[in-house]
């Protein structure tokens, strides 16, 4: 599957943004559908995860309460709502999948997610 990601931009600490990720060439609906980021000079961290088959989001502690994860499947389309930004979320977004689900110990891992978007700039000011 490709991954196009979008919607990032320039706000204000406070704001909100949604973050929308447009798969094509395969269908997602059988498919775990991620968010990670990576901001400048730090490795890339995952931020959310939607798996396949399980009734359940996961989040990072750092984006708990603040962020979302939803799919629209008929869309082929994972998005990323992000409120109460702050300047520490400022980082080069990335949205990843892999068919099926990985094992629930190893989800958060972006070893576990085979296909990448390009990513897109979240610029948090304060």
């Known amino acids: 599957v490709q991954l196009q990601a979008s919607g990032g931009g320039l706000v204000q600490a406070g704001d909100s943004l949604r973050l929308s990720c447009a798969a094509s060439?395969?269908?997602?609906?059988?498919?775990?559908m991620s968010w990670f980021r990576q901001a400048p000079g730090k490795e890339r961290e995952f931020v959310a995860v939607?798996?396949?088959?399980?009734?359940?989001?996961y989040y990072s502690d750092s984006v708990k309460g603040r962020f979302t994860i939803s799919r629209d499947n008929a869309k082929n389309t994972v998005y990323l709502e992000m409120n109460s930004l702050k300047p520490e979320d400022t980082a080069v977004y990335y949205c990843?999948?892999?068919?099926?689900?990985?094992?629930?110990?190893?989800?958060?891992?972006?070893?576990?997610?085979?296909?990448w978007g390009q990513g897109t700039q979240v610029t948090v000011s304060s």
């Open positions: 060439g395969r269908t997602i609906s059988t498919w775990s």
């Open positions: 990843a999948a892999r068919e099926g689900r990985p094992i629930l110990s190893a989800q958060r891992s972006q070893t576990q997610y085979s296909s």
């Open positions: 939607s798996p396949y088959g399980r009734g359940h989001l």
